[in-house]
């Protein structure tokens, strides 16, 4: 049977469904009230799904039956959900048999799941989970032939949802076959998939297979919509065209579509504007942001309410201006998941400018019932506790109290003047905290941005001293992304991140960077407007460190981080675990039944606890964070990490390319970085790769366990124990595969200042000898470098 470490691959699913979900049940506290939520979402003992399963008939959901692709080893439906909603999925395949036999298996799942095996239940998850994922050990007990499997998933989404299982055979798999219901029509489908698989990218030009199994076609829009479609049926090739950064090809059967989306990265570069001048430089992106929205027809953007505020600045107004502000306090009033951001755009919007009798209305009654926090009335899907929802919900409460001093706000039961007061003290644990331990979403080139308009709305609406200090710590943010810059491009270890992490120039906070510096690339970032009428003044001064060679270590929150900076190259990373002298930490005081559930310490608490923000330590069960980076140029960058998903399509936290499954040991000197990995058997995925993309370098030469790469004047290396291996996913020749549970790397960095020459270079790296006890989980190397993995057993980091 085709597999990924035994996992079946091909499946027929119907859904996901997903209808709202609220329990009259409250709770203050959020993650306990989630966690009951989850107990009560699956309903138990329903039966297996119809037997009659055919490709586009309706399931018992109401929707049709549909072959699942791509097939990675997960069926992975994850979707963000803003608010709590029950979600529903039906999945079937099946198991060829040469013989009688039973099979050891593991179902992994994040979801409550049923698994029939023909009419029989053999397995069942009655609760979900959001973390970690659930280990199942069954017994399929096969007849010789074909074998039915029939699963049934339920789960409560709310937020990033884990919309996930995987049945996984531990043996026999040589003499076990896949097979799908309806197999007839199941063929082309099958072929399909094979095809696309077959694809091959060689520069700018794709490789097709022989024998497409229906009409296939090329098109660049990300979607696979028909825009620009060129029938490639029958073609051995296809020229993209040059500017392209996404290639997609799909086929359609039946009026459904097999969609394989290649990225370009060679193709995808910096974008730097002509201009140097500061004020030109302002004047230009604070247009692009106005320009957003203001055509004749509505588009239902999420931030569409910022862009509006932009036009506001500049002295213009929408034809649909109004429309977007509707629809902001209907997401507010609804209580999405980050409708705090929302509010934030608002009470700013109406700090400056009157709204229309009828808006100006529904905006007080919008306000006036919002939760502000989770101990007030109320439950829904929303997260109070991360850093930067934190201070945003407390800022928000803060203005809105302000704003309306003598009236009520029913769900805390106080009036503006209390609520404001209330809130003002949550601000000044908050400032405090960051004062003294330094920010928990460090570096954090999506959260910080979030962070950023929470701060300026601090800066520019409250007291002398509070607004002071927040901007203070402003510029300890944009300090802290300006030492961690490298040719205009923020390269930095990251307690929560998403994809962008690959092509950093990308990155949200890429603005601030360019706003500092007129020769940096250009970033986009919708939080920039609060920026265009804001007090706040920028400190143009630290745009110097952005060139700056830097040897630096620091803490931030509980975590240590490294930074080594030179001309040709950068390196740098967090620690895992600490190696400073005396690390000191801050305690988790959530599972502390006594603890203030108002302080911020709790909220802290919480956050790490859900997060795993910054406490690094082997072993654990990651989230979003980024460990390290290596940099030859602002768009040629190296990392690893153990993914939370099996293909870069899934776009769950962590993801492919971002955060970690289990946490690995890192520790770096210098320009030398070492990293262990023990995966252990509660983590479905048995790899870790390298992201490592060819066509940024200048040159690339693997020698064995070696891998060399040279941009310029600068050099890298990457050593692994194990095999490397190239492999394409989403991304064409930027992925090498190390298949294990255990296996060690180490970068080493250098220049041709240092080294006079690659082959030099490599010879010194060479020279290190590095070696990795696989049973000790050590990690040494010539020069004196050693590293050891020892598993943590922080429960801090769990749900």
């Known amino acids: 049977m085709e597999e990924m470490s035994g996992f079946i691959k091909h499946y027929l699913i119907s859904g996901p469904l997903f209808t709202d979900f609220i329990a009259d049940k409250t709770d203050k506290n959020q993650i306990r009230y989630e966690q009951y939520l989850r107990s009560i979402v699956a309903e138990r003992d329903k039966p297996a799904p119809s037997d009659d399963i055919r490709i586009g008939d309706q399931s018992e959901l109401g929707l049709p039956w549909e072959y699942y692709y791509p097939g990675s080893g997960y069926v992975n439906v994850s979707q963000f959900s803003v608010t709590p909603q029950k979600v529903e999925l039906l999945a079937a395949t099946g198991l060829v048999a040469q013989e009688d036999m039973d099979v050891r298996a593991i179902l992994w799942t994040y979801t409550a799941a049923d698994v029939w095996l023909g009419d029989r239940k053999i397995c069942s998850v009655t609760e979900p989970v959001y973390k970690p994922i659930k280990k199942k050990e069954i017994k399929l007990a096969l007849k010789k032939g074909c074998n039915d499997l029939l699963i049934r998933m339920q789960n409560l989404a709310v937020r990033d949802t ?11 798999r040589d003499k076990i076959a896949s097979a799908l219901p309806d197999a007839e029509n199941a063929k082309p489908f099958l072929a399909l ?23 296939v076609y090329l098109t660049y ?16 090739y296809a020229d993209v065209k040059n500017e ?7 086929g359609e059967i039946h009026h459904k579509k097999l969609i394989r989306k290649i990225e370009l990265l060679h193709n995808k570069k910096p974008v730097y504007r002509k201009s140097a001048s500061t004020d030109d430089i302002r004047r230009a992106m604070f247009n692009e942001l106005a320009a957003i929205g203001a055509e004749p027809t509505f588009q239902p953007l999420r931030f569409g309410l910022f862009y509006v ?36 755009g608002l009470l700013r919007l109406m700090e400056s400018y009157s709204l229309p009798a009828a808006l100006a209305d529904k905006a007080e009654q919008t306000i006036l019932n919002y939760r502000y926090w989770m101990t007030e009335n109320g439950s829904d899907g929303m997260c109070f506790w991360s850093e930067n929802h934190a201070l945003m919900f407390y800022i928000c409460a803060y203005m809105a109290g302000n704003k309306y001093p003598d009236k009520r706000f029913p769900r805390s039961d106080r009036n503006g003047l209390e609520v404001r007061e209330a809130a003002k003290d949550r601000i000044q644990q908050w400032l405090l905290d960051v004062e003294e331990y330094g920010f928990e979403e460090f570096l954090s080139t999506d959260y910080m941005c979030v962070t950023l308009g929470a701060l300026l709305n601090v800066v520019d609406y409250m007291e002398d001293e509070e607004s002071a200090r927040a901007a203070r710590l402003i510029d300890q943010m944009l300090k802290s992304f300006a030492c961690h810059t490298f040719r205009g491009s923020i390269i930095a270890p990251q307690a929560r991140i998403y994809r962008s992490v690959i092509l950093p120039f990308t990155q949200s906070a890429q603005s601030l960077m360019h706003l500092l510096n007129a020769d940096s690339p250009v970033g986009n970032s919708e939080w920039m407007v609060f920026l265009m009428n804001s007090k706040y003044r920028l400190p143009y001064h630290y745009a110097s460190l952005m060139d700056k060679p830097l040897e630096m270590e620091y803490q931030t929150g509980n975590a240590w981080v490294k930074l080594s900076k030179q001309q040709d190259y950068m390196l740098t990373s967090v620690q895992s675990p600490r190696y400073d002298e005396k690390p000191s930490f801050w305690e988790n005081c959530s599972f502390d039944d006594s603890a203030d559930v108002e302080s911020n310490l709790y909220i802290k608490s919480f956050n790490e606890r859900f997060h795993g923000t910054s406490r690094f330590e082997p072993g654990v069960h990651g989230y979003q964070q980024h460990m390290w980076y290596a940099a030859l140029d602002n768009d040629t960058v190296m990392f690893t990490n153990h993914p939370g998903e099996m293909s870069d399509d899934g776009g769950m936290r962590p993801g492919y390319w971002y955060g970690n499954g289990i946490m690995p040991a890192v520790r770096q000197q210098g320009n030398l970085l070492g990293a262990i990995y023990d995966i252990g058997e509660d983590h479905p995925i048995a790899f870790t790769h390298l992201f490592f993309p060819s066509s940024k370098f200048d040159s690339v030469t693997q020698d064995g366990p070696w891998l060399f790469g040279q941009k310029g004047g600068g050099y890298a290396a990457i050593w692994c124990s194990d095999a490397m291996l190239p492999h394409n996913d989403r991304l064409i020749d930027c992925e090498y595969r190390v298949y294990g549970t255990r296996m060690a790397y180490i970068c080493q960095c250098g220049s041709k200042e240092e080294f006079e020459s690659l082959d030099h270079f490599i010879n010194y790296c060479k020279l290190l000898s590095p070696a990795f006890d696989h049973s000790e989980l050590k990690l040494s190397a010539s020069n004196g470098y050693a590293l050891s993995f020892i598993r943590s057993e922080n429960i801090t980091q769990y749900v």
Do not use: M
């Not at 700018?204 to 229906?214: E, T």
């Not at 392209?244 to 799909?250: E, K, L, P, R």
């Not at 506001?312 to 609804?334: F, M, P, S, T, V």
């Open 162 to 172: 884990r919309n996930i299982f995987g049945i996984q055979l531990l043996e026999h």
């Open 221 to 236: 829009d990300d979607a696979g919509n028909d825009t620009e479609c060129v029938d490639v049926s029958g073609k051995s």
């Open 244 to 250: 392209a950064d996404v290639a997609v090809v799909y």
């Open 309 to 344: 505020l932009a036009r506001w600045h500049l002295g213009e107004k929408g034809i649909n201006d109004e429309a977007y502000i509707n629809r902001a306090l209907d997401q507010i009033g609804r209580r999405e998941d980050c409708s705090d951001f929302f509010l934030a």
């Open 193 to 215: 998939d094979r095809w696309l698989s077959g694809i091959v990218i060689k520069g700018n030009r794709i490789l097709f297979p022989d024998d497409a199994p229906c009409n």
